[in-house]
């Protein structure tokens, strides 16, 4: 084995010549790499934050170096089983809920014969990724309010009871999150599964079809099997964002009413690190929340890497 | 009390000697125009709340600040709802900041200044701002208000109403005490529904309990069904604390204030207390019986004015006087003719007398950076645009010949243009598209109020008519959160704290008043937020408070 590594070492062309090889490649990823150094990499210097008590004239540096106060503090508050709580289960009845969605959605178009009506069943299901944020909760709390909303109208109209106050009940809030955020995104996240059937190939079904595979099973048989890969990676990269639930839904979701369900660690630290502009508190939850994603999506890699041959990395 | 009298004293003596004294209290001479000819500032704040006239397009009321003062103003505006986060964000990064800056609402100003990211004006003040001086003199409380716990000023005040009666005097160096508020934070009523049901505008807790259920049961709006809405909170759960005052809970405006002070000058916590419980008692009842609007803990202004819209709406526990009059339009707009919103006095507290807040504080409003080259030239401008009698006149009533005239004997009239405006704005939206009414700091002047509302006489009365026992001085903290001179260390303490019992409270009250959670538990309530470190909270505020006290 080494051997051979070896030899192929030898036999590797000068790296002048690879990259005037690929060069067409390597500026067309150009862009990407700048923005990841520039917006991912270089920004990590802020963690630093985490382990000082920051003051902002005296910059990064220069602020006085309290060590991990800020991460004993996170610990010790009184708040912190259940802000992990929350992040976790929002994060995770969105995986749940919202990874299959898409699939099954890129399933169903690709059966569709009439590429027309294809075409629109397609666009007409991107088109609620593009609706502001804002705009999705303020249509929420419109159509759920319990004076003025339709699903109450209804709701009265149909059980004759009492209109629900959707929006300040704690036991709906994860549904409606969860609900929104499935309705907003499995057009779009979609798109990647419909490339990915593109590229089965078409003896696959001629074969299939020659040996008597209805429509069910060349999609049971074929389909999914080719793009099994795809949904692996993908639910690898979405392990990652379990407890990287975004705060701005919840912020303009979330009430007193629902803190106790909707109150997650994003918000916490906006409540308490950028308002309140205890900015040493707020990174160093930041960053343990980082490296329980971190956690996430190595150990979801290793899993699948030692069951299924697919991984990442 | 008796610095009260100490103050009245130095003012009689003052008065004697004449308009001399001031220029011996203050180093600072009135500016002479224009002191700033072919200078540049530059001055980051939220947007208009009139959203269609951003500041950044010079209106007109700025362009008169240039021709008067020469000083050219360079804009750096940002969406009001932005604000908090973008200058937040900016000042934490401490480059290339604007001259001044307009300090984020949830900012902690004092910080700013510990921080070294504003600039202390004591001395600035002192030798720039003439009017500010004039005004500190007759109402020391400002610069107590402004002072933090080392001793420095770190922000320009804004001000609400209560200190200054006409612009005119700011010329005169002649001021007068205005008294009573004009725009005042109350709850609000349906008269006409009241009317029709033939019930009295309520005074006490019974009152206001009969009449909302009878706006529940006996169909004001006359559609056949009971979908009155009797009671809301127009801005958030807070708003109904209001009723906390017949038991002798104050709440004042729909500012948060938790703390309170005691004659003895004693802090205590209102959301612990035996009137608190008492409060969620009556408002658990009013929720349990569906007078309450179910959604009181998470509303909004457009979703009151919706409510109120499809005439749904009985009364508000607390709102701003200024919105009465759109919501008489609002409900006019929708077909009710005889709408008829009236502002209601407070409830009667335990010794029957109903009091209002008056005096609504003073802001910490505007900072001059660090990195300003010029900070005399910025505190001259900051003081000339919000206190000379020119800025007042621009700031509360928009441009001469434009939004108001002057008649020959010198009383202020808004003119058609603005009190009926071709487009449909009120009048105080079209101000604001002129750039008066903003966001830099400014004064309420009563005489504004008394302009604003000259087709309303019933509100200005209203507001005149409470006597000098009812009216009262709001607790410091008010305004901001910072309003109290916390030292660094302090504020830390709270930061630590805060948080967590500001977030139980409300969690918990919301609970006690939707029935979630039986009243009985309310000393369990009470111990955990005690075990939340609410008492190293009350060290703290009370050690902040005295030293407020001692700066007065």
């Known amino acids: 084995m080494k051997k051979k590594q070896k030899k192929v070492m030898k036999n590797k062309t000068p790296l002048r010549k690879l990259i005037y090889r690929d060069r067409h490649l390597i500026i067309m990823s150009l862009p990407m790499i700048v923005f990841f150094l520039i917006f991912s990499y270089v920004p990590m210097v802020g963690l630093s934050l985490a382990f000082t008590n920051y003051k902002p004239v005296l910059g990064i540096t220069g602020s006085p170096f309290v060590g991990f106060d800020n991460f004993i503090k996170v610990f010790q508050n009184p708040f912190f089983p259940r802000l992990m709580k929350n992040t976790f289960l929002i994060g995770l009845y969105t995986l749940l809920w919202s990874f299959p969605f898409p699939i099954l959605f890129a399933l169903a178009v690709n059966e569709i014969r009439n590429s027309k009506f294809q075409k629109v069943v397609q666009t007409i299901s991107y088109m609620p990724y593009f609706i502001s944020i804002v705009v999705i909760v303020g249509l929420l709390s419109n159509f759920l309010s319990p004076t003025t909303g339709v699903i109450n109208h209804i709701y009265t109209m149909i059980t004759g009871n009492d209109s629900i106050s959707f929006m300040s009940e704690p036991k709906y809030f994860r549904f409606l999150y969860v609900a929104s955020e499935i ?111 971190m956690i996430f999506i190595v150990g979801a890699n290793w899993f699948s890497k030692k069951f299924s041959d697919t991984s990442v990395w | ?95 290339n900041l604007p001259d001044i800056f307009v300090i984020p609402w949830e900012a902690n100003a004092d910080k700013l200044g510990f921080d070294g990211i504003a600039m202390p004006l004591n001395d600035l003040i002192e030798e720039n701002a003439y009017y500010l001086n004039l005004l500190m003199e007759k109402y020391p409380e400002i610069r107590s208000a402004l002072t933090t716990a080392d001793g420095n000023i770190y922000a320009y005040p804004g001000f609400g109403e209560g200190f200054i009666t006409t612009a005119d005097e700011m010329d005169t160096g002649e001021l007068t005490d205005p008294g009573a508020n004009i725009c005042l934070n109350v709850s609000m009523i349906r008269k006409d529904w009241l009317d029709k049901l033939g019930l009295e505008t309520p005074e006490t807790l019974d009152d206001w309990y009969n009449v909302l259920t009878a706006f529940k049961t006996q169909d004001p709006n006359g559609n056949g069904e009971a979908d009155e809405i009797p009671l809301t909170a127009t801005f958030n759960l807070h708003d109904i604390y209001r009723f906390g005052e017949a038991f002798g809970l104050y709440r004042g405006g729909n500012e948060t204030s938790r703390w309170g002070a005691d004659e003895n000058g004693k802090i205590f916590f209102k959301d612990t207390t035996e009137e608190f419980k008492q409060l969620l008692e009556f408002l658990n009842k009013l929720y349990s019986e569906g007078l309450l609007d179910l959604e009181y803990a998470n509303n909004g202004f457009d979703k009151t004015c919706e409510k109120n819209s499809r005439n749904l709406l009985g009364a508000v526990a607390s709102d701003w006087m200024s919105n009465i009059s759109t919501y008489n339009a609002g409900l006019k707009t929708a077909g009710v003719e005889d709408a008829n919103w009236i502002p209601v006095r407070p409830v009667k507290n335990p010794d029957g007398v109903s009091q209002i807040t008056n005096r609504w504080s003073v802001w910490k409003t505007a ?90 006489p019933e509100l200005v009365e209203f507001s005149l008519g409470f006597a000098e026992n009812e009216v009262r001085k709001p607790f410091p903290c008010n ?34 008043i939707e029935g979630k959670e039986s009243l009985d538990n309310y000393d369990e309530y009470v111990a955990t937020v005690e075990s939340y470190g609410l008492s190293q909270l009350l060290e703290v505020e009370q050690s902040a408070y005295d030293r407020y006290l001692s700066a007065n």
């Open chain 1, 183 to 293: 309705w907003q995104t499995f057009g779009w996240n979609s798109i990647i599964y419909l490339a990915a059937l593109a590229g089965v190939d078409i003896a696959l079904y001629d074969s299939a079809k020659v040996d008597g595979a209805n429509r069910f099973q060349q999609m049971l048989y074929i389909t999914l099997p080719s793009i099994m890969p795809t949904i692996i990676i993908m639910l690898v990269l979405n392990m990652g964002k379990v407890m990287g639930v975004g705060f701005e839904k919840i912020i303009l979701m979330y009430s007193p009413s629902t803190y106790e369900v909707a109150d997650v660690i994003a918000t916490y630290t906006y409540r308490r690190g950028i308002v309140q502009s205890d900015y040493g508190f707020g990174t160093a939850i930041g960053l343990f929340n980082s490296v329980i994603n």
């Open chain 2, 367 to 456: 900072a001059i950076s660090k990195d300003c080259k010029n900070p005399e030239l910025a505190m001259k401008w900051l003081d000339f645009q919000c206190l000379s009698a020119e800025g007042i006149k621009l700031t509360n009533f928009g441009v001469e010949g434009d939004s108001y005239t002057v008649a020959d004997d010198g009383t202020i009239s808004l003119t058609e243009m603005a009190t009926n405006n071709p487009d449909g704005i009120g009048s105080q939206e079209y101000l604001r598209s002129l750039g008066a009414w903003g966001q830099l700091p400014y004064p309420q002047a009563k005489e504004g109020y008394e302009v604003l509302w000259a087709d309303q």
């Open chain 2, 479 to 512: 305004g901001t959160k910072a309003d109290l001179p916390f030292t660094d260390e302090e504020n830390s303490i709270r930061l630590e704290y805060e948080t967590n019992i500001e977030t139980y409270c409300d969690e918990m009250a919301i609970k006690f």
């Open chain 2, 1 to 95: 009390m008796k610095a009260r009298k100490m103050m009245v004293c130095a003012l009689t003596a003052a008065m004697t000697l004449g308009v001399m004294p001031t220029a011996a209290f203050a180093e600072a001479a009135k500016p002479e125009l224009p002191f700033g000819e072919g200078e540049t500032l530059t001055v980051a704040t939220m947007d208009n709340w009139f959203a269609t006239k951003s500041y950044a397009e010079n209106l007109p009321v700025y362009q008169k600040f240039e021709e008067l003062t020469g000083v050219k103003i360079e804009w750096e505006v940002m969406p009001v709802n932005d604000y908090d986060e973008v200058m937040g964000t900016r000042l934490a990064a401490a480059q």
